[in-house]
């Protein structure tokens, strides 16, 4: 069927500059560059840019450049061209439209429309660059109370475990298989450095990284892929995945392509068959199932291992958290409306799903109304972009934030968001050996550590600038936080005061 | 608590009488008794206590009176566990090793996700059985339920081995489970009797069993009839039909990009 889609990029070749060394053949794993046999030159296909700036970021004579393709549609606010395209790609094959990453659209970003307070005369600011500054976060149930014996002052009461991490930024749950070996070590020695955690996603711990366990945190998902003792002995805690922020309420498939021969061995699923996690846990129809398969995990690491749950952020989620941390949850990870993923059907990652900033603000206030805040550690996720989107999660009650896109940004990712097809040029959302080889796991570490202190560094920043030296001073403190442009009800939800108030 | 009723710590023969013990300090005791060298638990008056099993890590020997809780051997690496009556839901929930054998009923979804191992149960089960059982290599878990079984049998089924009886169907009675197999993409399921088309998950292919079938169904009925005291001969001379997935990808074609 001759395919109506028009071309999305156009690949732009500065002749002039062109020596035709096939760096961007070789680079390209989409095939949009080519060596034509005939001429002896170096041309492009159009058609086949995803515009992920690999050919521009290796090519030695700086003479490539992408640009979006000028080619528009008449201007209609309804009829744009992504929809007419994506009825296109509908008509041409009767199927879903599937894609990468996480929710491009339009949807209010609450965290640009929070500000940080900072410290002015009546509160001295702190220099976090000569002063000890605290952002060391320890994550876990507390309990209610503490008793001490009076004759040693030694700690009587038994403290369920506590995880830990140096900053309150870990990574998000990506797994083998949507995401490669390399990229999955580069997280894993990232995280054992910065003394922070990873998640390995429902894909299995491939052997190799074992050694990283004290900074690993295993999922338990619906597919129960690669789950077994040695997998929840190996890990610092356990996460069951109810939902995913891009894809609430239904599972996955990683396909048969994906399935390598060490994907294969680290799921324990045969090559080449698809992964199909159905979309519940077949033994979790109610909140007292969900306490089942966490007393489950705990008593299949004897009491030893905190246990997380993630759902996405929909919309009773205050009410069903609530019932989470009363079903035994140590942690709970909330994963908003902009939630990236390897692969989901577009339609429901731009449509369902509630932002993380109104979802964190709900279940803090519902948990502290309850009384059990101090019973669970909250994870916020989705979309954050940076430490000032960190900061914002803290005041609004978050413990930690896990990061997925932002430290696949960081290992190389452009955010081109064609994760599903297994090319990533860049060798992150790929099992192509010929591809995850360009991540160097060394480099991938470092520039992953880099990250982590960059962002440190400038929380400890605004912290110093509030007049706070401890992170844990600004947990839930929303009074740090003003909103400009929001309504009377969003300002109600997220519990902060109108700037000027 | 724990000493009172730890009779023989550190014998190879324990006995432990469950009665009014929350299912922590059960488990908890369990996980003593094999660590002082217990190679076979006998468990008197168990009610509903869960997870009985899990985190043991060795092949010791369970015997159960009574009705153990859910999750009975979830996550389960080793222990062969007899069970004196009847289980309830999640036997076998994520099963890597180990042996589960029910003189009774179970509940639902019987060895969901298991990765390995066997359970024999003796008459039915419920809903759900064997949901997404997978297998890798020689990791491969066999279920053979005695009796019949309710809805979404076989569901998602990714690997091993799912024999079902059906001797508690009276003369003339037909296995009455609908969407068997739906979803299924490995692994394989015997039923013994037959069913209607309809009954069939649309990614489930029918098949006589070829004689290596056959042989397999020799060695699982043979195991069962030993365990439960009853005619293998007998059992087998009724026909099996196989039940197959038609695609290892059943849900290729769904997506574009």
Redesign the interface.
Known sequence: MKTFLPNKFIIERNHGRCIHCQVCVNQCSYEAHYLDPFSGEVKSRDRNCTNCHRCVAFCPTEALAIRCSPLDYVPNRNWTGEVIEDII??S??G?????GMGNDKDHPIYWDKLLLNASQVTNPSIDPLREPMELRTTLGRKPDRLAYDKATGRLITKLAPQLTINTPIIFAAMSYGAISLTAHESLARAASIAGTLYNTGEGGLHKSLYKYGANTIVQVAS???G???EY?DAAAAIEIKIGQGAKPGIGG?L??EKVSAEV??TR???M???A?S?APH??IYSIEDLA?LI???K????YTKPVIVKISAVHNAAAIASGMVRAGADMICLDGLRGSTG?A?KIIRDNVGIPIELALAAVDTRLRQEGIRNQTSIIASGGIRNSGDVIKAIALGADAVAIGTAALVALGCTVCQ?C??GKCPWGIATTNLALTKRINPDIGTQRLVNLLRGWSLEIEDMLGGMGINALESLRGNRLHLRGVGLTDTELEILGVKMAGA | MTKKLAKGRGDRQVKIDALGLP??EL?ALL?EAVAGGAESIELTNVYGQ??IG??L?KPVRLDIHGTPG??LG??M?GPRITVHGNGQ??IA??M?EGEIIVHGHAGD?LA??A?GGRVFVRDDVGY?AA??M???GE?KPLVVVGGTAQDFLG??M??GVLVVLGLTLKEGERHRASYIGT?M??GVIFLRGAVEKHQLGKEVGVAEPDEADRKLLRTLVGQYAEYFDRDAEEILKKDFIKLFPLY??????????
Do not use: C, W
């Open positions: 790609k509908q041409e094959s199927a879903m439209v599937l894609t597919g129960r892929f789950v077994h003792p929840l498939h396909p048969g294969s061995v324990m699923i045969p080449g068959t698809d199909l159905p077949h033994d089942q007393y489950a995990l008593e299949a690491t004897n692969a059907p064609m599903h097809t | 299912y922590r488990n996980r869960r997870y899990t985190d890590m859910n999750d979830a996550f690496e839901d999640g929930n994520t890597n979804i969901m996700s990765r759900r949901i997404h997978k297998e890798y990791k569901e998602y990714a690997g979803g993409h490995g290892l990808r059943p849900y290729g074609r769904l997506y574009v990009y």
